[in-house]
């Protein structure tokens, strides 16, 4: 068994060091202010302005920001706080 596959770092001096995490982290963009930047998901796109129709959304300034809402969906906001 390998140093990284048992979770631990390589020794020194042997080449570059391949650090494995045994859990999965999204990666995400930060504002300014050190929020996370809603990327949006399948009930909700984020616009900075209308761009036309969209078949099952409705274009609105709503609880997660401005952009294309799913009609008939309940809105969930992600929390805004950085892992």
Do not use: C, M, Q
């Amino acid at each position: 068994e390998s140093a990284a596959a048992a979770g631990r770092a390589a020794p020194a001096g042997n080449g570059p060091v391949e650090i494995v995490f045994r859990t999965k982290f999204d990666v995400v963009e930060l504002d300014a202010n050190g929020h996370v930047v809603d990327k949006g998901d399948a009930d909700f796109k984020p616009s900075r302005g209308w761009t036309g129709r969209r078949p099952g959304f409705e274009f609105k300034l709503g609880e997660r920001g401005l952009g294309y809402y799913r009609t008939g969906k309940k809105v969930v906001v992600p929390s805004n706080v950085a892992y």
